[in-house]
């Protein structure tokens, strides 16, 4: 049985859905003002396998992301451009679904932006304040009161008193209590704005996914995720948000990806160091930039290096070298194979990609002692559920980033070593293999002949 390490109760849970056989999930998407950086990608890449495996399981899954196309940064930047909200957003939109399409992510089921749900956050805000959580302050805001809430702080862990203790003597005079947060925000000169029962304005950040989701997914539902710095406090006010308006459970099962770090710290817009995805792009294929995001189990921090990014590259290359003498041959899945078999326990134990990708190293070393078709097959099936594996091994092997490899070439030099050692001119084959070393191409001899990769 699949289970999922659940934020909420800090353990690994049997995974239960809702409705049997169905899957509801909502995702934290990205707010868009910049280009995405590595640290976006990896919580793209982690939940497109969340939801890969999901759907290889058997289960019917209904996947939201959204998309925050309204806030503080964005208003700032395009006031910074010279451009229109909608030009800025609108590009960085197209930017995010190109960078998304080439680490091979799949779009999810429905993309909601957050100018498309204004009319359900302010029903939200209303239910709120008709219950007595919120309220609007006398400088046109409206607020969540959190000492409302009993539940407060249960996700994170976190008590209100000790949150209360670490906020600064600067409160905003007009919330009530110094942890409330904002709800809708008054109109101020120059930015979008709408009309609203308490004041013309425009929603506050944490209402957004509540609102969303509820629209798409219900008021209850299976699986939310997002990045571990959105723990406290977007979605702690999510379920502060949702559970107060409707009166029930918001969310089964938390899941959040650990954080990318450079140099020991956070990759973050904010500190400055971090590597935006088309950048990586130009220097290294986009599945080891896939392969290296997933190496890692999805709950550990992964450091970025380029080295990291090599190591990757020449991992997946033996996974492509072995498949070399199998390009024809098509994918399939024995689910009843010793392998899958191992497979699937690996990522039935929250998605461990780290375990499942050690699986198919050992499935490539059976195939190339044993040159088996069938089990070539099965390491397509395989890698090609967690979206490995989808060039041609020439594509891959011949494909290195900044650099032009004649395969004619490398391939008579080849054929000339080969013939040297079948005539015993060891001299001469150690030569023709320092001259293929000189122009980056390493050898491996196999079972099945020569193969070779860019080194």
């Known amino acids: 049985m699949l289970k999922i390490y659940n934020s909420l109760s800090r353990s690994k849970q049997e995974f239960i859905p809702i409705e049997p056989g169905k899957v509801r999930m909502y995702v934290c998407g990205m707010t868009v003002y910049d ?27 209904t996947y939201v992301r959204n998309i925050t196309d309204i806030d503080d940064k964005i208003i700032q930047r395009a006031a910074v451009n010279g ?12 930017a995010m679904h190109e960078d998304a399409a080439a680490l ?11 100018t498309e749900c204004i009319a359900e956050m302010q029903n939200m805000i209303s239910t709120l304040i008709d219950k007595g959580y919120a309220y609007p302050a006398k400088n046109g ?6 000492h409302q809430f009993n539940g407060y702080g249960r996700l994170s862990g976190k008590s209100l008193d000790d949150l209360r203790a670490g906020e600064r003597a600067d409160v905003d005079p007009a919330k009530h209590d110094p942890m409330d947060f904002v709800l809708w925000k008054a109109a101020k000169p120059g930015e979008p704005a709408w009309d609203a029962p308490w004041g013309s304005g425009r929603p506050g950040w944490h209402i957004e996914c509540s609102a969303m989701s509820d629209k798409l ?8 995720g997002g990045g571990e710095d959105l723990q406290f406090p977007h979605h702690e006010n999510e379920v502060a948000q949702s559970e107060g308006a409707h009166g029930c459970t918001f969310v089964n099962y938390w899941m959040h990806n650990g954080f990318v770090r450079v140099n020991d710290e ?8 971090f590597f935006t995805v088309r950048e990586i792009l130009k220097k290294f294929d986009a599945e080891v930039v896939r392969f290296f995001i997933l190496r890692a189990h999805y709950r550990s921090p992964l450091s970025y290096s380029d080295q990291h990014l090599e190591d990757a590259r020449h991992a997946l290359s033996r996974l492509y070298t072995t498949l070399k003498p199998f390009a024809d041959q098509g994918a399939e899945i024995d689910w009843n194979h010793p392998y899958t078999l191992r497979f699937k326990a690996a990522m039935d134990d929250d998605f ?27 390491l397509k099936g395989l890698a090609g559920i967690l979206g490995f594996l989808q060039q041609t091994p020439i594509e891959f092997l011949q494909r290195s980033p900044g650099s032009a490899v004649d395969s004619a070439q490398v391939e ?10 079948k005539e015993k001119d060891f001299a001469e084959s150690d030569r023709i293999r320092k001259q293929l070393l000189d122009l980056g191409i390493a050898l491996e001899d196999t079972a099945q002949g020569t193969q070779w990769r860019n080194n």
């Open 35 to 61: 280009y995405c950086h590595l640290g976006h990608g990896r919580v793209m890449v982690v939940f497109d396998i969340v939801q890969r495996w999901l759907r290889a399981s058997g289960f019917d899954v």
């Open 83 to 94: 451009e229109s909200i909608d030009k800025l957003t609108a590009r960085f939109i197209s």
């Open 104 to 114: 091979g992510i799949e779009r999810p089921n429905f993309e909601p932006r957050a």
């Open 141 to 146: 805001d409206v607020y969540y009161a959190v």
């Open 217 to 224: 997914l219900g008021a209850h539902f299976d699986i939310h």
């Open 266 to 273: 956070k990759m973050s817009k904010s500190l400055g160091n």
């Open 352 to 378: 461990n990609t780290a375990e499942a990708f050690a699986v198919l190293f050992d499935l490539a070393n059976a195939i190339n002692k044993s040159s088996s078709a069938h089990d070539a097959s099965l």
């Open 412 to 421: 008579s030099l080849i054929f000339a070593r080969n013939k040297a050692r």
